[in-house]
């Protein structure tokens, strides 16, 4: 598998810091220019594709993955070039936030992905092109407090998503963390055991879909955080979650 999502976020960057810098040279040509100018280069880099000033904030994040896949059915074989299907695929997200009062802040998350086809499914034998196409798998607001949590309204992850994977102290993302017993997508067993709903694989990194919910979310308290979600059809869910540090050792 390969990405290239991070080269395009860092171009981007520097893009915006090649134009802000300009304006700050321009600006600063008496008194201590370098200095000023060498800090503000430093905060550029450091805030990436970020705009905004202390109280509004939109931040633009993602990433390009495409990914060769062989395979080999004991009769052909082949390689294809394709992507990840959805929730991995490439995609941008837009975050924006502003704050209300000190502790309190409010924003939204629009995230559009782009070449949605999953070679898990839509791909076999016969057909080496699964489609293309751009779709919003997320679109929310939200109202956070510091000492309160976290209120989100509309198509998000449900609570209980990537359960086992945002915990993860790797920092790693591994693409094909479930098991598709169909032989991804190819023709050798009925469909038996496909993560296609909220019912199946949630623990995994396999969303289901994105469905309209109200979602909140505690503050982390000693390491533990909590979350529920309740949505279309009375689909509700809990999960509870642990991030901490013990004798060194990331758990």
């Given at each position: 598998?390969?990405?290239?999502?991070?080269?395009?976020?860092?171009?981007?960057?520097?893009?915006?810091?090649?134009?802000?810098?300009?304006?700050?040279?321009?600006?600063?040509?008496?008194?201590?220019?370098?200095?000023?100018?060498?800090?503000?280069?430093?905060?550029?880099?450091?805030?990436?594709?970020?705009?905004?000033?202390?109280?509004?904030?939109?931040?633009?994040?993602?990433?390009?993955?495409?990914?060769?896949?062989?395979?080999?059915?004991?009769?052909?074989?082949?390689?294809?070039?394709?992507?990840?299907?959805?929730?991995?695929?490439?995609?941008?997200?837009?975050?924006?936030?502003a704050q209300i009062t000190p502790g309190?802040?409010?924003?939204?998350?629009?995230?559009?992905?782009?070449?949605?086809?999953?070679?898990?499914?839509?791909?076999?034998?016969?057909?080496?092109?699964?489609?293309?196409?751009?779709?919003?798998?997320?679109?929310?607001?939200?109202?956070?407090?510091?000492?309160?949590?976290?209120?989100?309204?509309?198509?998000?992850?449900?609570?209980?998503?990537?359960?086992?994977?945002?915990?993860?102290?790797?920092?790693?993302?591994?693409?094909?963390?479930?098991?598709?017993?169909?032989?991804?997508?190819?023709?050798?067993?009925?469909?038996?055991?496909?993560?296609?709903?909220?019912?199946?694989?949630?623990?995994?990194?396999?969303?289901?879909?994105?469905?309209?919910?109200?979602?909140?979310?505690?503050?982390?308290?000693?390491?533990?955080?909590?979350?529920?979600?309740?949505?279309?059809?009375?689909?509700?869910?809990?999960?509870?979650?642990?991030?901490?540090?013990?004798?060194?050792?990331?758990?």
């Amino acid at each position: 598998m390969t990405k290239f999502g991070f080269g395009a976020a860092v171009a981007a960057g520097l893009l915006v810091g090649g134009l802000s810098v300009g304006s700050a040279q321009a600006a600063d040509l008496g008194g201590n220019c370098c200095a000023d100018l060498e800090e503000r280069i430093a905060e550029l880099e450091a805030t990436t594709v970020r705009k905004g000033n202390r109280k509004v904030s939109l931040t633009i994040s993602g990433w390009v993955a495409e990914q060769v896949m062989y395979w080999d059915d004991g009769t052909e074989s082949n390689v294809y070039v394709t992507g990840l299907g959805t929730t991995l695929s490439s995609h941008f997200k837009l975050t924006g936030a502003a704050q209300i009062t000190p502790g309190w802040s409010a924003g939204y998350v629009i995230h559009v992905e782009a070449g949605t086809e999953d070679p898990l499914t839509s791909l076999d034998q016969d057909h080496d092109d699964g489609g293309s196409g751009v779709r919003v798998h997320q679109s929310y607001w939200f109202l956070k407090s510091e000492t309160l949590g976290k209120l989100s309204v509309g198509k998000m992850s449900q609570a209980s998503d990537n359960a086992a994977i945002l915990v993860d102290g790797s920092g790693s993302l591994v693409p094909a963390n479930w098991l598709n017993i169909t032989g991804d997508g190819l023709n050798q067993v009925n469909p038996l055991g496909f993560c296609h709903t909220i019912g199946d694989g949630i623990g995994g990194d396999c969303n289901g879909v994105t469905l309209n919910v109200v979602r909140y979310d505690t503050p982390v308290f000693g390491g533990f955080s909590f979350s529920a979600s309740w949505g279309e059809d009375d689909m509700w869910d809990v999960a509870g979650r642990y991030a901490g540090e013990f004798n060194g050792i990331k758990l």
